[in-house]
Each structure stands twice: as C-alpha cells, then as structure tokens.
C-alpha cells in the first residue's frame, strides 16, 4: 500500500489559480481509482474530481471547466489544478487512491477570499 501527501493549498483571491499535488510513497502507474475530495466549512465531504479508469475524469458541477485532474505515473504524483477560484471552493482537499483498499493523503487547506 502507498502513502499519501497532499500539499500546495494555501489562500488565494477568488479568481487566481492553485495546484495541488499528491506523491504517493510507491507506484501508481497500476492503480486506475483516484480522486479528490473536498470537505468544506460546516460542509459534508465531497467528490470533486476523479478517474473512473486510466484515462476517464469524472468532476462535480460546480467545478466543470474550471478543475483538472491528471497523473504523472514516473513521479508517483497526482495533481488537481485548480483556475478561477471562488470561495466556495474553500475547504480541506484529500486525495485517494484505491489500492485493495482506500487509502487518503491527510489534507491541504484552500482558502478563496473576495
């Protein structure tokens, strides 16, 4: 099973950009499922953005066209770019990967101010 981190959050305007980035402490190249949640303030925990298979991304709606997530399988890395930030995409974001079990990263905080 590999380890997650997450980091690249930090506070921002709402209109600037942020990338987020998740390494993972083995390889990735095998494992089709994963994803980003974000739990927002006073929030339940949600879905943001995912891979359904290796090459299918999946985002909430409120995030489409905006979000992208991608893979870098030499670096072990998982990314979710993140344009035209408002503040309701403020929240903990927690990647995941599906390796015989779910396994999360422990969060990085964004915070969108107007």
């Known amino acids: 099973q590999v380890q997650l981190v997450e980091s690249g959050g930090g506070s921002v305007q709402a209109g600037e950009f942020l990338r987020l980035s998740c390494a993972a402490s083995?390889?990735?190249?095998?494992?089709?499922?994963m994803g980003w949640y974000r739990q927002a303030p006073r929030k339940q925990r949600e879905l943001v953005a995912r891979?359904?298979?290796?090459?299918?991304?999946n985002y909430v709606d409120s995030v489409q066209g905006r979000f992208t997530i991608s893979r870098d399988n030499a670096k072990n890395m998982v990314y979710l770019q993140m344009n035209k930030l408002k503040v309701e995409n403020t929240g903990v974001y927690y990647c995941?990967?599906?390796?015989?079990?779910?396994?999360w990263g422990r969060g990085t905080q964004v915070t969108v101010s107007s």
């Open positions: 083995g390889s990735i190249a095998s494992l089709s499922a």
């Open positions: 891979f359904s298979n290796f090459v299918d991304a």
């Open positions: 995941y990967v599906d390796d015989r079990v779910r396994l």
